[in-house]
């Protein structure tokens, strides 16, 4: 039955994710495996729950790894642009998309079979390991269902394995209003706060109570901001043109606190105190302001933290993913990060936004701004996340070379702007050096072996702040404190009041798209918050989401804006030149040589406008539905009675046709 596929896989599946890791010689014959005798053991809880860690959480995946994920946003930029900016281009699917419950069966089944094993006394092993696991399932459940609420909203909560039958399939399918199913994340995020251990293990694989209060913090800060900035509109319950309210199931939907007001409230509040409880007992990592270059310099504990084999020494990290050079569990980051980020650049907007190190904007005339013609010159006297992270022609990438060394860069080279898809190509001029390990830690072609973040307190501080001040207007003590913290570490003036009163919003909006929610300017304050923010998690995999929840991107629908990178048409181009004379840069968006942007259009390069195939010489453009992902068609007609998609209990997002391969309408 097709609508079976929609909300559940079958048990095999399952079983054959929790016998990955056992020995086969050890394991009953798949048909006498039942959930009667299997999940009655604290070993087996670990393996079951071990076996979603890599499949629910972000690691070291897809390009440049977890330093990747910002990529097609104002601060990051691919080689190739991204046609959720090209109004038209991203197109209802007839298939496929993440409109899916995999991981969530996954979910159901272990909670499903083994609590009331728990509670009845009937698995073996430690009580404390025991509600350890539990807890994890929760926690990962309620990360998966925050997937879902970041990419469609509304979404069905479906927290049981349900029985075979069409019709009860078909009921499950109904989309729960967005906030509800952010209160149930909270409430399994709630349910493994009681049950995990504050450290459950030596050093830091497992997730921990911190783990969940954190992201506790980030999904009512995501709600809370959501409803704020979309209200009364299509995208917030019972807002003008709400899908939802089409739906009988829907129609007389009322917030459980009374109004959206209070449900913002409700939300923000939430993240103010969980951020608190993770902020206030776990302390920041040391910047010792060294970007070490050789080994008789000492080692800088907050540059290392990105890219160290063994991450559980860093305070700040919260849960980490561990690769392993015998195991062949590897990655390529540590290469990449070597040099061209695999095509992933900074952008001039993002080097824009750091601030000088005495808490001045780069455009404020006592700012003691060098300029941008050399990039040296950009990272002189900057914030100093900025000067350590921004890599720089000439700098030392490794300590070690070895026979095994066969991809790495030792010396850091000149941008590589003009090999388009060779992997190495630095799209933009600007790179970062997140991720970069001094001894290698690979071992051959794209065989790195260094941790990968999953989770880290410093996002808690800036949870709270932005909480604190979203809801109250105003920045309180403890948030003063914890922004101070963060200033002081980044060697940047911590009198932020100084940079407010500088801020110059018309500024700042040429170059960040945080500048803006819903089409008008922000509060300097706000803005400034959002600043820090950004600084601190540079290409950490937030910078889409938060967009997205800022309503930051409605200026562009009606005004183009250009990606661009370092200062190609200036005193750098030299760097170019050929020895036997001429240059390699070759612009003319007709010629098909062409691989660097022309310097009529800006001294800056533009790596979207280099020839006339482009789709966007005209700059990025957005639609509003783009704050939703549309879903795919076939959802619509395996739940619905009659095979007619206005039959399902579906209703497509806002501005999304229920016609395949169309655009959107808004």
């Known amino acids: 039955m097709k609508a079976t596929k929609v909300l559940n896989t079958l048990v095999y599946c399952i079983v054959g994710i929790f016998f990955a890791c056992n020995d086969y010689l050890d394991r009953e ?138 019709d009860v399939l078909i009921e499950a399918s109904k989309r729960s209003p967005r906030n509800e199913v952010a209160r149930s994340i909270i409430a399994d995020l709630d349910s493994a706060i009681i049950l995990l251990k504050d450290k459950p293990d030596d050093i830091k694989n497992r997730i921990s109570k911190y783990c969940a209060l954190l992201v506790k913090s980030r999904v009512a800060l995501q709600e809370g901001t959501w409803l704020k900035y979309f209200k009364n509109t299509a995208f917030v319950p019972n807002g003008e043109g709400w899908p939802g309210k089409d739906k009988e199931y829907n129609a007389g939907y009322q917030y459980p606190s009374g109004d959206i007001d209070g449900e913002i409230d409700y939300f923000l509040t939430l993240a103010m105190e969980s951020a608190k409880l993770v902020a206030d007992n776990i302390p920041l990592v040391e910047n010792n302001g060294v970007l070490q270059q050789s080994i008789t310099e000492p080692a800088n504990p907050y540059f290392d933290m990105f890219g160290a084999e063994n991450m559980s020494g860093f305070s700040e990290v919260l849960l980490w993913r561990q690769y392993s050079k015998s195991l062949g569990l590897t990655h390529g980051v540590v290469q990449f990060a070597q040099r061209g980020n695999d095509g992933i650049g900074l952008t001039r907007g993002m080097v824009n936004t750091f601030l000088m190190k005495n808490g001045l904007p780069v455009y404020n005339v006592s700012s003691t701004y060098a300029g941008d013609d050399y990039i040296s010159s950009v990272r002189e006297n900057r914030d100093g996340r900025l000067w350590l992270f921004l890599k720089e022609p000439e700098q030392i990438n490794i300590f070690y070379d070895s026979p095994d060394n066969t991809h790495g860069t030792i010396v850091e080279p000149v941008p590589d702007i003009t090999n388009g898809g060779a992997g190495w190509q630095y799209s933009t001029g600007y790179v970062i050096r997140k991720g970069v390990n001094y001894d290698g830690k690979h071992c051959g072609n794209f065989a790195g072996f260094t941790g990968s973040i999953t989770f880290r307190a410093t996002e808690a501080y800036l949870n709270y702040m932005e909480a604190c001040f979203e809801k109250t207007g105003a920045i309180d003590n403890v948030a003063s404190n914890y922004w101070k913290k963060l200033r002081n570490r980044a060697f940047v003036d911590d009198d932020y009041n100084k940079t407010i009163t500088a801020t110059d919003m018309n500024e700042e909006a040429k170059y960040n798209w945080a500048a803006y929610s819903a089409g008008q300017l922000i509060d300097p304050v706000l803005y400034n918050i959002r600043r820090e923010r950004c600084c601190e998690l540079m290409a950490e995999g937030f910078r889409y989401m938060d967009l997205k929840r800022w309503r930051s991107m409605d200026q562009m629908v009606a005004t183009p804006y250009h990606i661009e990178g370092f200062k190609l048409w200036g005193p750098m181009q030299e760097w170019y030149d050929k020895p036997e004379g001429g240059t390699l840069l070759v612009y003319g968006l007709n010629d098909p040589a062409a691989n660097v942007s022309a310097p009529t259009i800006s001294e800056y390069l533009r790596p979207y406008e280099v020839n006339s195939k482009s789709l966007i010489l005209d700059g990025y453009r957005w639609s509003m539905a783009h704050y939703l992902a549309p879903i795919a068609i076939q959802h619509f007609m395996i739940t619905s009675t009659d095979g007619a998609t206005s039959d399902s209990p579906i209703y497509q997002n806002p501005g999304w046709p229920l016609t395949p391969n169309q655009g959107p309408t808004m």
Not at 41 to 59: D, R
Not at 106 to 133: H, L, R, T
Request: glycine share 8%; charged share 20%.
């Open 29 to 166: 014959p798949l048909t006498m495996v039942t959930p009667e005798n299997y999940l009655t053991e604290e070993t087996q809880l670990a393996s079951y729950s071990n076996n979603l860690y890599a499949t629910i959480l972000p690691s070291h995946s897809g390009r440049f790894g977890t330093f990747g994920l910002d990529q097609h946003t104002d601060h990051m930029a691919y080689e190739e642009y991204d046609n959720r900016y090209v109004p038209g281009q991203w197109k209802v699917g007839q298939s496929g998309g993440s409109w899916n419950f995999d991981m969530i069966y996954s979910c159901n089944y272990f909670i499903q079979n083994v609590v009331p094993k728990w509670k009845a006394g009937s698995i073996e092993g430690s009580e404390d390991n025991i509600k350890q696991y539990i807890g994890e399932m929760y926690f990962l459940r309620a990360y998966e269902y925050y997937k879902k609420l970041q990419e469609f909203g509304d979404f069905p909560i479906v927290k049981s394995i349900l029985p075979d039958e069409k």
